[in-house]
């Protein structure tokens, strides 16, 4: 099942697979670390998806046959992998292009526990 990733003004998303992109979540949050170094070079964001993976359908789908990841299983990602996501923090925090970008979306750098960032500077924050 594809999910739709919110555009900046658009409500957040909510996670419906452990596949965003075709790209594993829990691959996305353990190279948080590495995606730190790509922040930095970010010289515009000209779009922000948010997905939140506290939402309650991320389990609805097992149903139908498909793994679904819960959010104890997206803690305990979180937990194997902190010291990449402070890193990852850090870099949006350091970045004023990022930092704004989040900031006007009402993205908490607290909450942010992994990016995708396309080729143009958009990002996709994944917020837990």
Do not use: H
């Not at 957040?12 to 691959?27: F, K, Q, T, Y």
């Amino acid at each position: 099942m594809a999910l739709a990733s919110a555009v900046i003004g658009v409500p957040i998303a909510e996670a419906r697979s452990n596949l965003v992109g075709g790209v594993p979540v829990d691959a996305t949050i353990m190279r948080a670390g590495s995606t730190a170094q790509k922040i930095a070079r970010i010289k515009a964001v000209p779009s922000v998806g948010v997905i939140n993976l506290r939402r309650e359908s991320i389990t609805s789908f097992r149903s139908i046959g498909d793994y679904t990841d819960s959010i104890q299983d997206y803690r305990l990602m979180v937990e194997k992998n902190a010291g990449g996501i402070r890193k990852l923090r850090a870099a949006l925090r350091a970045n004023p292009v990022t930092r704004r970008a989040l900031a006007d979306y009402g993205v908490s750098l607290g909450r942010v526990v992994a990016v995708d960032v396309g080729s143009n500077g958009s990002l996709r924050v994944y917020v837990l």
